[in-house]
Each structure stands twice: as structure tokens, then as C-alpha cells.
């Protein structure tokens, strides 16, 4: 008989675990170390995302997970997304769900890709379905919540708010701007800021860009004028 308790799938912006919800959390663990051992060759050595699904996970929980996952496999899991809520999907779990409970959000979502030489503004928050890629421009009131790779400029906050922040999966920009506050590709060490999953918001007079955690939302002002 086909054991079922953990099943690997592949999904747009990673993979997907599926665990079984009643299982024995000791046993599931054993489980799940087999089944990305087994699978290790298959699923090969690269930068991804992971969901999970069917099971209600604690944060320790959570993190005993990808250390079993990590030393059973090659992959590098970069961050983990809320596969059962497409609203947030692509924040994660290190993204804390007060992003999105302030109450009267308001954003506007833009689909597809934003081109070089295009200039998108906005005087809402945005979320961006795809890349901003190089020569292109964002520019928000609110945030600006890329679901993508940010190369190009973006500026959140762009009527004063400085509790105003910027999010993207890949952030690559060729410059930030947080109301009056401009960080460059420039003014970081070589030249480039760090890939992957990020965030950027304001500490004082400096734009802080930290990969995405808990520490680093709970670091963020919100009012209820931003998403």
C-alpha cells in the first residue's frame, strides 16, 4: 500500500508538502527525512520555495521541518509561502499576517511583467504579479509588494510616508526610494544588493533591506493609510 503521509508536488513558485494532518508528529518527521532522501536525486540542488499543506504547523514545528529537509536533501529553501491563502502566497510565512489585517487596505494589483521604459504610479499600495525588470519604474503612495524580480527602480511611499515599505521575492533594483530616502545598487557592498527574498523599509534616515523574517516585519511601522 502506497504511503501517502508526505507527497511532494511541484507548484509556480516551488514545491508543495502535503503531510498528513493526524499522523504522530515524531513518526511524521522520520517521514518526511525518508521521503526527501529518497527523493533527493529527483528533486536535484537549487534555490526554492516551500508550502506546506494538510497539517496546522507551530512555528518549531516549522523550523524542525527545514532542518530535516535541509539535511536530507540540497535543496536551499529560501522561504516558505502560504500555499492555502493567495493573498499572501508569495510573502510567506517569515511575512507576519499583520501586513494584511490593517484595517481599510486598499492596492491595486498590476499582471505581468513591467518592461524596461515603462512607468507605473500609483496613489495605492501595489502588488505586482511578475517582474519589474531593468529601466523600469514603480511608484507608489503605499507599499509595493513585488511577487517577482525587482531590477529596476521603485519608490514606496512617494507622497511622504515613511512607514511605507517595499517587498519583493527577488530584489535586484537599480535603485529604492522610501518617501525622500534613496538607496542605490551603488551605495552597496560590489555594487548589488543581496538577491532573494527581501524587504526594505526606513530606520531613521536610511533604508534597511533585510531578507525576510519575523524580526525584520515586526521592524515595520504600519498605519492603517498602507497595506
Known amino acids: 500500500m502506497m504511503d501517502n503521509s ?16 493526524k499522523m504522530d508528529f515524531e513518526l511524521l518527521k522520520e517521514k518526511i527525512a525518508a521521503k526527501f532522501k529518497d527523493s533527493s536525486r529527483i528533486l536535484g540542488e537549487y534555490k526554492t520555495a516551500i508550502a506546506f499543506q ?15 529537509i535541509g539535511k536530507n536533501s ?18 510567506g510565512n517569515a511575512i507576519d499576517t499583520k501586513l494584511m489585517d490593517v484595517s481599510g487596505n486598499v492596492a491595486v494589483f498590476h499582471k505581468g511583467i513591467i ?7 500609483k496613489d495605492k ?15 507608489s503612495d503605499g507599499n509595493i509588494i513585488i511577487l517577482g ?17 517595499i517587498f519583493a521575492l527577488d530584489m535586484q533594483p537599480s535603485q529604492l526610494r522610501i518617501a525622500d530616502v534613496i538607496a542605490r545598487s551603488a551605495d552597496t557592498k560590489d555594487g548589488m544588493f543581496e538577491s532573494g527574498p527581501m524587504i526594505a523599509y526606513l530606520d531613521g534616515e536610511n533604508i534597511c533591506i533585510e ?17
Open 54 to 68: 494538510g497539517r496546522d504547523l507551530t512555528d518549531a514545528e516549522e523550523i524542525e521541518i527545514l532542518d530535516i
Open 115 to 121: 518592461r524596461g521604459g515603462d512607468v507605473v504610479s
Open 149 to 165: 524580480s525587482l531590477k529596476g527602480i521603485a519608490q514606496a511611499g512617494a507622497s511622504g510616508n515613511r512607514n511605507a515599505f
Open 211 to 227: 531578507p525576510v523574517s519575523k524580526k525584520a516585519v515586526n521592524n515595520i511601522r504600519l498605519t492603517p493609510s498602507i497595506l
Open 125 to 139: 499600495s501595489i502588488i505586482v504579479l511578475g517582474d519589474v525588470n531593468p529601466n523600469a519604474s514603480l511608484s
Open 6 to 21: 508526505v507527497v511532494i508536488k511541484g507548484n509556480k513558485n516551488g514545491i508543495t508538502v502535503i503531510l498528513d494532518g
Open 74 to 91: 540540497d535543496l536551499d529553501i529560501v522561504c516558505v509561502i502560504n500555499d492555502d491563502d493567495k493573498t499572501s502566497q508569495a510573502f
